[in-house]
């Protein structure tokens, strides 16, 4: 079986948390209560809570009763409902403390979306979801409304699609095994479109979505290598279907994208190498073969054969 901690190298969040011996369960259900808030101001009870996480309500009840006692969620008596917490709030500031290139990276995103009327966002994984870590709009952006620690659907964003066409097939296999016991009916809109989304990722260095999340909206979306995380980040761009068909998206959103990802990453080399590193550039593909050759990495893997310390713990090993 192996260690621990080579396991979870192996595996990383892929990994079943449904039933594995290693697995601390109440861990994992603590977590899965946090990940129901999705701002400072929600407000949940143990009801609703249930419900998100599909967790009886007495175990809800013990875990946020445990959870309050720590500071992670606050109760309101008042209208017996929990909220997140202050000691939540200053452990993901602490984790953000420090990472200079946040707001040269919201900078970029706000200047390509003054060019383009739509969304322009930095997302990262959770599990089945992505949170945008920033975020900028249009004000010619009707119609489309996220914000920073917005959690959009991974099986139904172009987001999501990007980041599972950058796993490798048999992590992405497992990502969306899971997935469609979690929530099949967005693994019943991913699967189909893994193929092809992985063939048009590694063709033209995005991936393109339409009327998934909404009929009104369409995105593309390039994933960038984190070495330092171990896992892809997404940056995306959302725009109303009716401005923007699925012909006009590669036309005239593709280029900007591409040139969004090719400024971030050069910033990133500059302030920390270690960071964040863009999808490669559309290469030859040759016919009939639609994988990435394990021993032919191109830059969506840059860097991960590089040493890395025996105990450094990756959060997702689905690259290529």
Request: aromatic share 6%; hydrophobic share 40%; with cysteine.
């Amino acid at each position: 079986m192996g260690r621990r901690s080579e396991r979870l190298t192996r595996a990383g969040h892929l990994a079943d948390l449904s039933g594995g011996n290693d697995v601390i369960q109440v861990v994992s259900r603590a977590f899965d209560v946090l990940r129901c808030f999705e701002g400072h101001e929600t407000r949940l009870g143990n009801l609703e809570i249930s419900n998100r996480c599909g967790l009886p309500r007495s175990t809800v009840s013990r875990l946020t009763h445990t959870l309050t006692r720590m500071g992670q969620l606050i109760y309101l008596p008042h209208d017996q409902k929990y909220r997140i917490g202050p000691s939540a709030v200053a452990m993901s500031t602490s984790m953000m403390r420090g990472w200079q290139v946040r707001d040269f990276i919201r900078d970029q995103l706000r200047d390509v979306a003054a060019g383009i009327p739509g969304t322009v966002g930095f997302v990262i994984p959770d599990r089945f979801e992505l949170v945008y870590l920033e975020y900028a709009r249009s004000a010619a952006a009707l119609g489309l409304h996220s914000g920073v620690g917005t959690r959009i659907a991974m099986g139904r964003t172009a987001a999501g699609h990007a980041y599972v066409a950058a796993l490798d097939e048999p992590s992405a296999n497992a990502l969306v095994t899971e997935m469609e016991r979690e929530c099949p009916e967005d693994a019943k809109v991913l699967r189909p479109r893994m193929e092809a989304n992985r063939r048009h990722l590694q063709e033209k260095g995005y991936v393109v979505t339409c009327g998934l999340w909404s009929p009104h909206i369409n995105g593309i979306a390039i994933p960038i290598w984190s070495p330092q995380y171990q896992t892809y980040a997404v940056i995306t761009i959302g725009v109303l279907s009716a401005m923007y068909d699925e012909q006009r998206l590669h036309d005239e959103v593709a280029a900007p994208l591409r040139e969004l990802v090719h400024g971030i990453d050069a910033a990133l080399s500059r302030a920390d190498a270690d960071v964040f590193r863009r999808a490669p550039e559309p290469t030859a593909t040759t016919p009939n073969k639609t994988t990435i050759n394990s021993e032919k990495m191109n830059d969506l893997a840059a860097g991960t054969r590089r040493p890395r310390s025996p105990r450094g713990l990756r959060a997702a090993d689905g690259r290529r």
